[in-house]
């Protein structure tokens, strides 16, 4: 029974780590994603602009 009790608790460990990276990955890809959008609106933008100034030509 101690043995078993060992395991779980090492199991238990061995999870708890795992989710703790998992929720570090979870933060920087949203950090990423508001970058990244924030990126592609700038680029929309002046996607916009430099068609308006294309259609003035």
Sequence with gaps: M???TKSFSK??????DTLHK?????????????????ELRAAEKQFDLTRSAADKL
């Design 22 to 38: 998992l929720d570090k990955n979870k933060h920087s890809l949203k950090l990423d994603l508001k970058k990244a959008r924030s």
């Design 11 to 16: 199991d238990i460990d061995e999870l708890e």
């Design 2 to 4: 101690s043995k078993v």
